[in-house]
């Protein structure tokens, strides 16, 4: 949960997930959809369904108990050199290094290290370094008296608490006047920006759900039926969604029901919602992912996504009447 999440974020949803899940087993014999339902709202979904499959693994493989060395580790879905260093060390005094951006910002700055922490030459060096420091015993204390130096004392750019940190009189980075500019991180990603478009299909109280595709984003979670537009106007690739979705016997208004962003890490989300109408009209049964309609009620009890919680909270409760045929030119 700590992977690209802030502390005062994970706490709640930690709390509730042991609660839930108080050991491996139980993690394992739980429904996917359960899963990510409890995970809605922290993001980067990939990683509660790593987690699941990594406690099958471990009740199959290993009769329910986390394994110990970071080779071992390293094979669990969804588990890679940092969080293998931070359970062997932390759960099991093993001597193993954890690298973090925290950890990677106190030692760039403790040995004045300037090649881009981002490139395979930096991170391998500062992971180096890392293991070079680690203690014959006590590792686990090592690593999180790092992790916890670089959130609150070596802190990023002239947020630096130099005056009261306790590595002061060893610090290169200090001596030579670096301080604020490092770590050194070249490589910026571009933002992506997309246009999902939306349309929203009620009957009889309820309305029609989609599961995501098991790979890509917000994987398995549960969604109103959307496409990317690429190229075509919004409202002709609603059109072409709901006719995939239903046949031709479909309408879809000219009008927007709503426009909602969302911002992820390296990609702007614009979702535009329409309303569609089909009476009657069975969902194809040849579709690649389940559909369902499901109540209100019903909907909160599946997995989805912040984003998809926000489109919800912005379609106009009272349904609007169709105001131009399927083949109309949306506004």
């Known amino acids: 949960m700590l992977q690209q999440t802030q502390v005062a974020t994970v706490i709640p949803y930690y709390e509730r997930f042991l609660k839930r899940y108080p050991n491996v087993s139980d993690l394992a014999a739980a429904p996917l959809d359960d899963v990510l339902r409890l995970w809605a709202g922290l993001g980067y979904y990939s990683r509660a369904r790593n987690l699941h499959r990594a406690a099958i693994e471990i009740t199959n493989r290993y009769k329910g108990r986390v394994p110990d060395s970071v080779e071992l580790l390293r094979t669990l879905p ?80 002239d947020a630096a608490q130099c005056l009261t940190c306790p590595l002061r009189n060893h610090c290169d980075a200090l001596a030579a ?44 979670l549960w969604e109103l039926p959307s496409a990317v537009s690429s190229g075509a106007s919004a409202h002709a690739t609603a059109v072409a969604l709901a006719r995939d979705i239903f046949g031709e016997s479909v309408t879809v208004d000219g009008r927007r029901l ?40 019903a909907a909160e009890r599946v997995g989805r996504s912040t984003a998809m919680r926000k489109l919800i909270a912005a379609i106009p409760e009272t349904p609007v009447e169709p105001s131009r045929a399927m083949g109309a030119r949306g506004t």
């Open 78 to 157: 969804g588990v890679g050199r940092y969080t293998a260093g931070a359970v062997a060390s932390i759960a099991y005094d093993k001597r193993a290094a954890v690298v973090d951006g925290n950890v990677s910002r106190v030692l760039s700055r403790l040995f004045d290290i300037h090649l881009d922490i981002r490139s395979p030459a930096g991170e391998r060096r500062i992971w180096e370094t890392a293991e070079s420091l680690l203690p014959r015993s006590r590792a686990g204390d090592f690593n999180q008296a790092l992790m916890e130096l670089g959130a609150t004392i070596c802190r990023p750019g």
């Open 177 to 220: 006047g670096n301080v604020a500019r490092l770590p050194v991180k070249l490589k910026k990603t571009r933002v992506r920006e997309e246009t999902h478009v939306v349309i929203v299909a009620d009957r009889a109280n309820k309305r029609l759900w989609r599961q995501r595709p098991a790979k890509g984003l917000w994987a398995s």
């Open 258 to 297: 709503c426009e909602v962003s969302h911002q992820l890490t390296h990609r702007l989300v614009r979702f535009v919602a329409y309303r569609a109408h089909a009476p009657g009209a069975r969902v194809r049964t040849d579709m690649a992912t389940p559909f369902k309609w499901l109540s209100n009620n």
